[in-house]
């Protein structure tokens, strides 16, 4: 997890008869944390209104991880692969908008940020990595890997994936999207200081009852610190990092986020945290910057 609350969340001697409500599930392959602060005082607000809302949060998040995971056989993303160089594929108007987003996340990055990076990732598998691929398979997978070549027809609402073997991948973005969608979600319903946390990509709205988020950013290679304290309202705050999915081989890392552009885990840097309005955004730039 690389992006840890620093401080305890909603501890306040100032407010002493505020509570906090959460719930806690795994989905997107991580814990997923939805918090707030309760006033019982409030004259509106009741603990199980809250209790639903954070409920029906959660619950769209297990929604929108069907929808939008690489890992649900059967869904748009799986029907996308199994079509590849054949015809178009007609997709759900979120998972249409999640990819309009990807393309240009991809053109704002100069295409290191690309969602058809997907048979890099499974050549390299550095969770599973014995030996580096060679040259000449990097270079053939290659060539299945180029955002641009995606097809989106806006009136039809498909997408086209023209070459056999082509995938897409929204781990880079996708989880932004569903935590915002949560977020969107629990404030529609009434809150108005809460917390999504999904497995360290935070969105937290409004501020505690003491003054702003504060977030710590943890160092890349000593886990037990912090090269920042950053203080936050109303935004995202999103890291990623060469330190939580890699291997070692004779002394160098190999690890999870793969450059497109030269087909090997990426060596520009050990960690990158943006903050942004929106989780989504930040989510991908953290990815490919």
Not at 20 to 45: C, N, Q, W, Y
Not at 165 to 181: P, R, V
Not at 219 to 231: E, N
Not at 251 to 264: A, E, W
Request: hydrophobic content about 45%.
């Amino acid at each position: 997890m690389p992006i840890l609350l620093l401080l305890a969340f909603f501890l306040s001697v100032a407010h002493v008869s505020a509570e906090i409500i959460e719930e806690k599930a795994l989905h997107m392959g991580t814990l997923v944390r939805l918090a707030t602060e309760f006033d019982p005082t409030s004259p509106t607000v009741t603990p199980a209104h809250v209790r639903t809302t954070l409920t029906g949060g959660m619950n769209r998040i297990a929604e929108l991880e069907a929808l939008l995971s690489e890992y649900r056989p059967g869904n748009d993303l799986a029907k996308l692969a199994q079509a590849a160089g054949k015809h178009p594929v007609k997709v759900h108007h979120m998972v249409f908008d999640v990819l309009k987003e990807a393309l240009r996340l991809g053109d704002l990055t100069a295409g290191a940020f690309d969602i058809t990076f997907k048979p890099l990732g499974r050549l390299w598998n550095v969770e599973h990595l014995l030996t580096p691929p060679p040259a000449g398979a990097i270079a053939i997978t290659k060539r299945l890997v180029d955002y641009r070549l995606v097809q989106l027809d806006d009136l039809a609402g498909t997408v086209f994936l023209p070459l056999a073997g082509m995938e897409i991948a929204l781990g880079g973005l996708a989880k932004g999207y569903i935590i915002d969608a949560a977020a969107d979600y629990l404030r529609n319903h009434g809150l108005t200081r809460f917390l999504v946390d999904g497995g360290g990509d935070l969105r937290l709205v409004g501020s505690k009852t003491t003054g702003p988020w504060r977030v710590g950013i943890r160092h890349p290679r000593r886990p037990d610190q912090f090269l920042r304290v950053v203080a936050v309202k109303d935004l995202a705050v999103v890291t990623s990092g060469d330190y939580e999915r890699f291997t070692m081989l004779d002394g160098k890392r190999y690890h999870h986020i793969i450059d497109p552009v030269s087909g090997k885990p990426g060596l520009g840097c050990q960690s990158v945290t943006v903050i942004h309005r929106d989780t989504m955004t930040a989510d991908g730039l953290a990815t490919g910057v």
